[in-house]
């Protein structure tokens, strides 16, 4: 009877204590640079549709699907910034993130950064 007890408070303790609200998705990832310089129209475009501009940021086929994204969705780049999610790569890339730079100098100078962690912002 003492053990049914117990059973029944440890049960009903457990059964009040909050629940979490925010799950966290994260990837580790590599990050390059992209930039715009000219060239027909098509190529300012994303794949949402909207122009470049800084704070962009393309991501792999595979991270959009494991993460759940979708066009609009803010992402953290840990050590970089926030950015929004407007742009996909090409499906050969895999577990990358491509954020856009006004100038093609300072894309060439941001290099790739490897082993970012991807975090959607909710």
Request: with cysteine.
């Amino acid at each position: 009877m003492k053990t049914l007890t117990i059973f029944c408070l440890v049960s009903l303790g457990l059964a009040f204590l909050p629940q979490p609200t925010l799950g966290l998705n994260m990837s580790i990832v590599s990050v390059t640079a992209y930039s715009y310089f000219g060239g027909a129209p098509p190529y300012n475009v994303t794949a949402s549709g909207k122009r470049v501009k800084e704070g962009m940021v393309a991501l792999s086929r595979d991270l959009e699907r494991n993460l759940s994204l979708s066009f609009g969705d803010r992402v953290l780049l840990h050590g970089l910034g926030v950015f929004e999610f407007q742009d996909r790569m090409a499906s050969r890339w895999t577990l990358k993130a491509d954020v856009f730079m006004h100038s093609n100098q300072k894309a060439r100078r941001f290099g790739v950064k490897r082993y970012i962690v991807l975090v959607k912002l909710v």
